[in-house]
Nanobody
Framework: EVQLQASGGGLVQAGGSLRLSCLASGFIFDKYAIGWFRQAPGKEREGVSFIDSADGNPDYVDSVKGRFTISVDKSKNTVYLRMNSLKPEDTAVYYC?????????????????WGQGTQVTVSS
């Protein structure tokens, strides 16, 4: 059974940093691409960052490029999202998701498995 567990959220001041973790179980990392998504109150879920499973190529949406870094530690079955220079508009529930594909996609509907979400709140 594929399971994803996101953690690491919290309350931080603008300009601060957080590192989110997504602990995965029940699948082989080399065959699944991982994505981080977020959903703010009253807004649709949006993609944030994605990583290919085969070669580890990262992808970022423009709003987080240069501030967020996605990485994978296969020995720990964990995907990280390092978030620096946080802004109030980054406030959202963050979700990690997995799709059985070697190539990551920005389309949330393509991801079959989702974690429970972790709250990130950035105060101004």
């Amino acid at each position: 059974e594929v399971q994803l567990q996101a953690s690491g959220g919290g309350l931080v001041q603008a300009g601060g940093s957080l590192r989110l973790s997504c602990l995965a179980s029940g699948f082989i990392f080399d065959k699944y691409a991982i994505g981080w998504f977020r959903q703010a109150p009253g807004k649709e879920r949006e993609g944030v960052s994605f990583i290919d499973s085969a070669d580890g190529n990262p992808d970022y949406v423009d709003s987080v490029k240069g501030r967020f870094t996605i990485s994978v530690d296969k020995s720990k079955n964990t995907v990280y999202l390092r978030m620096n220079s946080l802004k109030p508009e980054d406030t959202a529930v963050y979700y990690c998701a997995a799709t059985k594909s070697t190539l990551a996609t920005r389309h949330a509907s393509w991801y079959e498995f989702w974690g429970q979400g972790t709250q990130v709140t950035v105060s101004s």
